[in-house]
């Protein structure tokens, strides 16, 4: 990574304490992405029992890990309460993927102004298009073959409800009610829009 031109974009799935020091000693800007837990749920899933490295599960079976903390990158609460801890730091924001899908042009000015850039209505737009997920799920197969198959499933909010059944929405509810809901990043995440039925 020190041979990377500067400005370096580096993407991790790591919580705030697995990252070097030097990356908030030094000032480094960081874009902290969160998604409603979920439809993180369900797109982990559908990924985890598509991957081979990965040992098939059922939904139920899933769910139960997922709740626990007991999937690849650990728990999802606790990554994202662990984040809300340096939310406001300057060098520090958020986005979520819900507010991304709603207005991707104000999303956008928000994080290049975060970052530093000034763009133009037209460079917004650009951007705008060239990430969008039907764009992305196209050039994912284009250049990763089936592996961008693998990370571009549907790019929709609200799957969860396809999935998930009664008990296993109210036990999330509770979860998140007792981890993220005094919390920034449990604020931004919209939980009572985008995960209620």
């Not at 990356?23 to 998604?35: G, H, P, T, Y």
């Not at 929709?156 to 009664?166: A, F, H, I, R």
């Not at 509770?174 to 919209?190: N, V």
Request: hydrophobic share 35%; aromatic share 14%.
């Amino acid at each position: 990574m020190e041979n990377l031109p500067s400005r370096r974009v580096i993407i991790t799935h790591l919580a705030p304490n697995m990252l070097p020091k030097s990356a908030f000693k030094n000032k480094a800007k960081i874009l902290v992405l969160i998604r409603n837990p979920k439809d993180t749920l369900v797109s982990f899933f559908h990924f985890n029992n598509k991957v081979s490295v990965f040992p098939t599960k059922t939904w139920n079976e899933f769910f139960t890990d997922f709740m626990s903390g007991k999937v690849s990158w650990g728990s999802y609460f606790d990554f994202v309460k662990e984040w809300s801890k340096y939310i406001d730091d300057e060098n520090v924001t958020s986005i979520s993927y819900e507010e991304l899908k709603e207005n991707p042009n104000l999303e956008i000015k928000r994080i290049a102004s975060f970052l530093g850039f000034s763009l133009t209505e037209d460079e917004i737009q650009s951007i705008v298009e060239k990430s969008s997920f039907k764009t992305m799920k196209q050039s994912g197969q284009e250049i990763l073959g089936t592996f961008g198959d693998l990370l571009f499933r549907k790019g929709s909010v609200g799957d969860w409800k396809t999935l998930l059944s009664e008990s296993q929405n109210q036990e999330m509810d509770s979860k998140f009610e007792e981890y993220l809901a005094g919390t920034k990043l449990g604020a931004r995440i919209k939980y009572d829009t985008y995960c209620k039925t």
